[in-house]
C-alpha cells in the first residue's frame, strides 16, 4: 500500500476512537444525572425525623466481655418533676420578739446595768432613774390612803347615827359616796406605783412618807439579747422614749426577695433549706410564714419571710444565706439515673440491656428533660421498665463506634 493510502486509514481509525470517547462522556454524565453519586443530604431536622446517628445500634459481648467490663445496670423508673428555687436572702430578728424598753416616768438616769449585745433574762434590772414622778405618785397614794381612812371613820360614825335616828338618810348617803370616790382614787394610785415599777408588797407597806422612794428600776421584759441601747449615765429621759432593745434570738427570720415567676412554686408553709456562707457544712430548715402580697414594681418580686429555730445563736442579724425551696409537681415522668447516660457530640444516648439475651445492648439515642435529683427526665428514646447500663459503659460505647462510626 502506499504510504499516501497508510496515511488515511489511521487518520479513521484515530477519528473512530475519537467519537466513541465522546459518546461515552456522553453516557457518563447522563448517568451522573440520573443516579446520585452519594447519600442525599440530611433533611432539616423536625419533631419526626432524627439523623442516621440516631439509629439504634447493638452490641453483643461474650460472658467474659461483660464480666470484664464490670457492666451493672438499673431499671428505668416513673417519678414526679421537682422544681428547686434559691432566693438570696439575710439574718432578721423576729418582730414578734423584739421589745422596745421605754421608761414609764420621766427622770434622769442613775445606773445602766448592761451592755449591747448581753443576754438578758425576764425581770433583770436593765437601768436605774431617779424621778420625781415616782416620788410625786406615792406621796399622792398616802395622801388619798390617808383621806380614805378618815372618810372610812366617817362612815363608820354616821352609820350608827342613822342607825338611832340621829341624822338623816340622805346624810349618810353622801358619805357613803365619798367614801367610794376616795376609795376609787386610792386604787388608781395604787396601779400608779404598780407601774413605775414599785411591787405590790412595796406598795403595801407604804405608810409613811419616810419611806418614799425616788428610784425606779427598769426591768428587762424578756428573756433574751440587748440588740440596742440608748441609755447612758447622767442623760434625761422623757416618759415613753426608747432606752433598750431586748430581742429573743432563739427564732429568726431568714429573708428574701422571691421573683414573680417563682410564685407558683412557693406558698405559705412551704419548707425551705437555709445555709450560709458562715457555715458551709450546716443546713436549717424552716417554713415560710409571709409573703407580701405586694411586688416590686422595679425588681418584680416580692418579700419573703422563712421562720427558723436559731437556739445555739450562731445565726447573727445581717449575716447572708440562701434559701432554697424544693418542689414536687404533680406531672409523672419517665427517669433514667444520671450515671447511665453519655453525651456523644450534640445528642445522649444510653444502652439498654435487651430483654432475654444475655449479652445484647442496644445503643439508643434518648431526648432529656431537666434533673429530677440522681436521674434525668426522659421525654423520648425509654420506657418504664427498660433496663440500661449504669456502670461499664466504655467499652459498650467503644464496640458502638467501632462498629458504627460517627463519622
Given at each position: 500500500m502506499r504510504p499516501l493510502g497508510r496515511g488515511l486509514l489511521w487518520f479513521g481509525v484515530a477519528l473512530g476512537f475519537t467519537a466513541l470517547g465522546a459518546a461515552g462522556a456522553v453516557v457518563a454524565l447522563r448517568a451522573g444525572v440520573d443516579r446520585p453519586a452519594g447519600p442525599p443530604a440530611a433533611a432539616p431536622l423536625t419533631a419526626s425525623s432524627s439523623p442516621a446517628t440516631d439509629a439504634d445500634v447493638e452490641i453483643v459481648l461474650?460472658?467474659?466481655a461483660v464480666a470484664r467490663a464490670g457492666i451493672k445496670t438499673a431499671p428505668v423508673t416513673v417519678?414526679?418533676?421537682?422544681?428547686?428555687?434559691?432566693?438570696p436572702g439575710s439574718v432578721a430578728a423576729n418582730s414578734y420578739r423584739e421589745v422596745k424598753v421605754t421608761p414609764v416616768?420621766?427622770?434622769?438616769?442613775?445606773?445602766?446595768?448592761?451592755?449591747?449585745?448581753?443576754?438578758?433574762?425576764?425581770?433583770?434590772?436593765?437601768?436605774?432613774?431617779?424621778?420625781?414622778?415616782?416620788?410625786?405618785?406615792?406621796?399622792?397614794?398616802?395622801?388619798?390612803?390617808?383621806?380614805?381612812?378618815?372618810?372610812h371613820k366617817k362612815l363608820e360614825r354616821?352609820?350608827?347615827?342613822?342607825?338611832?335616828?340621829?341624822?338623816?338618810?340622805?346624810?349618810?348617803?353622801?358619805?357613803?359616796?365619798?367614801?367610794?370616790?376616795?376609795?376609787?382614787?386610792?386604787?388608781?394610785?395604787?396601779?400608779?406605783?404598780?407601774?413605775?415599777?414599785?411591787?405590790?408588797?412595796?406598795?403595801?407597806?407604804?405608810?409613811?412618807?419616810?419611806?418614799?422612794?425616788?428610784?425606779v428600776t427598769v426591768p428587762a421584759p424578756i428573756d433574751g439579747i440587748v440588740t440596742g441601747r440608748s441609755a447612758n449615765l447622767g442623760q434625761v429621759i422623757g416618759m415613753g422614749q426608747e432606752l433598750f432593745a431586748i430581742t429573743d434570738l432563739s427564732e429568726i427570720w431568714a429573708v428574701g426577695e422571691l421573683y414573680?415567676?417563682?410564685?407558683?412554686?412557693?406558698?405559705?408553709?412551704?419548707?425551705?433549706?437555709?445555709?450560709?456562707?458562715?457555715?458551709?457544712?450546716?443546713?436549717?430548715?424552716?417554713?415560710?410564714?409571709y409573703i407580701d402580697p405586694r411586688v416590686d414594681p422595679q425588681s418584680r418580686t416580692a418579700k419573703i419571710r422563712v421562720a427558723l429555730a436559731n437556739a445555739d445563736g450562731r445565726l447573727r442579724l445581717g449575716m447572708y444565706v440562701n434559701i432554697a425551696f424544693r418542689t414536687q409537681g404533680a406531672d409523672r415522668v419517665v427517669l433514667v439515673p444520671k450515671a447511665a447516660v453519655q453525651a456523644l457530640g450534640d445528642r445522649h444516648v444510653v444502652f439498654v440491656a435487651a430483654k432475654d439475651e444475655e449479652g445484647k445492648f442496644i445503643q439508643r439515642t434518648v431526648r432529656l428533660g431537666p434533673p429530677v435529683g440522681e436521674s434525668y427526665a426522659v421525654l423520648s428514646g425509654l420506657r418504664p421498665g427498660d433496663t440500661v447500663v449504669t456502670e461499664g459503659s466504655f467499652l459498650l460505647r467503644a464496640e458502638s463506634t467501632r462498629n458504627a462510626p460517627s463519622g
Open positions: 461474650g460472658p467474659e417519678g414526679s418533676t421537682s422544681m428547686e428555687v434559691v432566693v416616768a420621766a427622770g434622769v438616769v442613775t445606773k445602766v446595768n448592761v451592755e449591747l449585745g448581753a443576754p438578758v433574762r425576764r425581770g433583770q434590772p436593765l437601768a436605774t432613774i431617779f424621778s420625781t414622778d415616782l416620788a410625786d405618785a406615792q406621796t399622792r397614794y398616802l395622801s388619798m390612803a390617808a383621806m380614805l381612812e378618815a372618810d354616821t352609820q350608827a347615827l342613822a342607825a338611832i335616828g340621829a341624822t338623816s338618810r340622805q346624810e349618810l348617803e353622801e358619805v357613803t359616796a365619798v367614801h367610794a370616790g376616795h376609795e376609787t382614787e386610792v386604787e388608781a394610785a395604787r396601779q400608779r406605783l404598780l407601774l413605775l415599777g414599785l411591787t405590790p408588797d412595796q406598795v403595801q407597806g407604804l405608810s409613811s412618807s419616810s419611806q418614799v422612794v425616788s428610784s414573680e415567676q417563682d410564685f407558683r412554686a412557693v406558698g405559705m408553709g412551704s419548707e425551705a433549706v437555709i445555709t450560709t456562707p458562715a457555715y458551709p457544712a450546716t443546713m436549717r430548715r424552716g417554713r415560710v410564714t
